[in-house]
């Protein structure tokens, strides 16, 4: 589906995409949303909403090369954002079902992609 539209890419670490994919598989093979699976989840997700913070919010300014101060405020802000997420985050998914808990690792395989070829 998201090939079918317009849509921005945030990098992530290649180890990142690895467990990713790993956990996504594992927690499929299991097919129950119980408490560990929610946990897994819960770290996988809260790992790429960082990165692509990072990447979406910090990465300009480091091109930019803003001072030390700028990116520390900066980073204040997205660390706010990224714990009022995980709240959230972890709401939705305590009370995640097993159908649900197949929607949620279908989504996160869909937007990871590999590297394309230089």
């Keep these: ?9 945030a990098p992530i670490p290649d180890e990142l995409r ?3 994919l790993y ?3 594992e927690l499929r093979k299991r097919g129950k949303a119980d ?3 929610v946990d897994k989840l819960h770290s996988l997700i809260t790992e790429m909403t960082d990165a692509g913070l990072d990447f979406f919010f910090l990465e300009p300014l480091r091109r930019l090369k803003a001072s030390s ?3 520390g405020m900066a980073r204040v802000g997205i660390s706010s954002m990224l714990k009022g997420s995980k709240m959230v985050v972890h709401k939705v998914l305590k ?7 197949a929607v949620i690792l279908d ?3 869909e937007i990871i992609h590999e ?3 230089a």
């Excluded at 589906?1 to 890419?9: E, G, P, R």
């Design 35 to 37: 408490k560990e699976a």
């Design 107 to 109: 989504f996160i395989e």
């Design 23 to 25: 956990t996504v598989e």
């Design 1 to 9: 589906m998201l090939k079918q539209h317009s849509h921005i890419v």
């Design 95 to 101: 009370k995640l079902d097993d159908r649900s808990l």
């Design 115 to 117: 590297p394309e070829d």
């Design 18 to 20: 690895t467990r990713a």
């Design 69 to 71: 101060m700028m990116l």
